[in-house]
């Protein structure tokens, strides 16, 4: 079946670590993106990609970087200089043809600092 | 600016009433609009869009949304309410030369027995 894997489910980081967060797709699309969750708050983009070695900030990108060497993966990492990093992390897929294309979500990634 | 407003935090309903959530936007032209739907825990679920056409859009479990020019409104309506549809809803748009939507800030439906 084509979707949207994430890892892991659940994540704890201690202060000043960098950690990694995961994000797979098999549906072939050729954008990505990852966003922030906190309650209240709705989504917040934090970076996407268009196309294979490229990628470009979202509204709240401090802190965090990405990397697209693959089509089908998106990783994300989660600096030290995140200072609010505990959140619940959602990765997204989608087509880039137009404003039709709609976006499938991964399950998501809770990410708790200690 | 671009933006999409869901009024209601919280709903509260019983099971087997209807229900209708609210979702306002702020654009110039016809926005590309969906809903999604969150369960505790998990990803988004795409429930519905509107692009063009008709402007009553009937989605999966029953969800259906019609879109409103005068009021820029794309209201989510249930007829009547499962306990399942208990969950976080979220509203989003787009519009302008992006394809990327901006979502609203999400409305948390309760339902109960």
């Known amino acids: 079946d084509g979707g949207i894997t994430q890892s892991p489910k659940y994540l704890f980081r201690k202060e000043g670590q960098n950690v990694t967060l995961s994000c797979e797709q098999n549906?072939?699309?050729?954008?990505m993106y990852w966003y922030r969750q906190d309650p209240g708050q709705g989504l917040r983009l934090i970076y996407y990609?268009?196309?294979?070695?490229?990628?470009q900030k979202g509204d709240i990108a401090e802190g965090y970087s990405v990397s697209r060497e693959k089509k089908e993966s998106f990783p994300l990492t989660v600096t030290s200089a995140q200072k609010n990093p505990t959140a619940f992390y959602l990765c997204a897929s989608g087509g880039t043809s137009g404003r039709t294309d709609t976006q499938y979500f991964g399950p998501g990634t809770r990410l708790t600092v200690l | 600016a671009q933006s999409v407003t869901q009024p209601d935090i919280h709903i509260t309903v019983s099971e087997g009433a209807s229900l209708e959530l609210r979702c306002n936007y702020s654009?110039?032209?016809?926005?590309?609009l969906f809903w999604y739907v969150q369960s505790p825990g998990q990803g988004l679920q795409l429930l519905l869009k509107?692009?063009?056409?008709?402007?009553l859009v009937q989605g999966i479990k029953g969800f259906e949304a019609e879109f409103k020019r005068s009021q820029s409104s794309f209201n989510l309506r249930k007829p009547s309410v499962h306990w399942s549809d208990a969950a976080e809803y979220f509203c989003a748009f787009i519009g302008g030369g992006s394809y990327i939507p901006t979502f609203g800030r999400g409305t948390s439906l309760i339902v109960h027995p």
């Open positions: 549906l072939n699309h050729d954008a």
């Open positions: 990609s268009q196309i294979v070695n490229d990628f």
């Open positions: 654009y110039g032209a016809t926005p590309y």
């Open positions: 509107y692009f063009s056409g008709d402007t």
